[in-house]
C-alpha cells in the first residue's frame, strides 16, 4: 500500500511540475514578445531623437552664420565715429544682454506657464491634498508628480519675474543711450536695419533650436523610460530561464523515482504471481499457460 501511496505521490509531483513548466514557459515566451516589442519602441525614439539633434546641429551652424553677419555689421558700424563706436559698444553690448534675458525669461516662462502667485497657489492646493487626503496609490504617485512638476514651474516663474526686472533696467539704460544716437542715427540706419534683420533671424534660428531641443528631450525621455522596462524583463527572462532549468531538472529526476517505483511495483506483482503459480503447481501438479509463462520466465521450470 505505501508503494502505491508513493507512485502516486510521484506520480502527482510530476504532473503539477509539468503545469508549472507549461506556465513558466509561457510567461517567458510572452516575455520576450513584450521585450521585442519595447525593443521596437526603443529603435524609433532613438532614430528620431538622433534626426531631430541632427536638424539642430545644422540649424545651430546657420545660427553661427547669422551671429557672424550680425556681428560684423555692428562692428561696420561703430567704425563710423569714433563716439558712435563707443555708444555702439555700449547699445551693442546691452541689447545682446537684453536679448539673452529675453530668450532666457522666454524660456523660463515657457517652462513656468503661468504666474508666480498663481502656482503657489496651485501648489499649496495640491500639497494640501497630497499631505491629508485619503487617496489611491496611483492617485498619489500622479500627485506626487504633478507637486515635482510645479516646483519646478514656481521657480522658473519667480526666476522669470526676476528677468523681466532686469530687462526693465536693461531697456531704461538703452533709452539713455538712445538720445545720444539719435543725432547719427541717419548715418548708420541702413546698417543699422540690416543688422537687426540678422538678428531677428538669429532669434528665430533660436527658437527653433529650442522648440527642435525640447522634441528631442521628449523622445530621450521616452528612450530612457523604455529602457526601464526592457531591463527588468531582461532580469525576468534571466529568472524565468534559470527556474524552468531547475524545473526541468527536477523533473528528470521525478520521472526517474516514477519509474524506479513503477519497476519495484512489476517486480513485487511478478515475484506473487511467482509463487502463487509455483503453490499451486505443486499442490496440483497443473499449471495454466500464463503460469507456465510465469515460472519458465523465473527459470523455476526448464524446458
Known sequence: M?????????????????????QKERELSKAFKDLSLHRTNSKKFKEERDRLNSQVRALGEEASML???????NHDIARIKQRREVLQKEVGGERDAIDKVKNERDKLNEVSKGKYERLVSLYAEELETFTSADIPLGHEI???????EL????????EADQKHRQLRRGYNQIKVMQ???????????RLADES???HEKLVDNYKKIDAIRSESDEHHKKLIETYK?????RDRIDNLKKTIKGMRETLGTELGELKDTQLKREATKNEEKRIE?????????????????ILIENKELKL
Not at 151 to 158: F, V
Open 196 to 198: 537687426q534683420r540678422y
Open 277 to 293: 503459480a509455483k503453490e499451486r503447481y505443486q499442490k496440483t501438479g497443473k499449471m495454466s499457460i500464463e503460469d507456465l509463462r
Open 2 to 22: 505505501s508503494q502505491d501511496v508513493s507512485e502516486r505521490s510521484l506520480r502527482e509531483k510530476v504532473n503539477r511540475l509539468r503545469t508549472e513548466l507549461d
Open 179 to 189: 538720445r545720444e544716437l539719435d543725432l547719427i542715427h541717419e548715418r548708420i540706419q
Open 142 to 148: 500622479d500627485l506626487f508628480n504633478q507637486l515635482v
Open 229 to 233: 522596462i526592457t531591463d527588468p524583463l
Open 67 to 73: 551671429k557672424m553677419h550680425r556681428d560684423s555689421i
Open 151 to 158: 516646483g519646478g514651474r514656481i521657480n522658473a516663474a519667480k
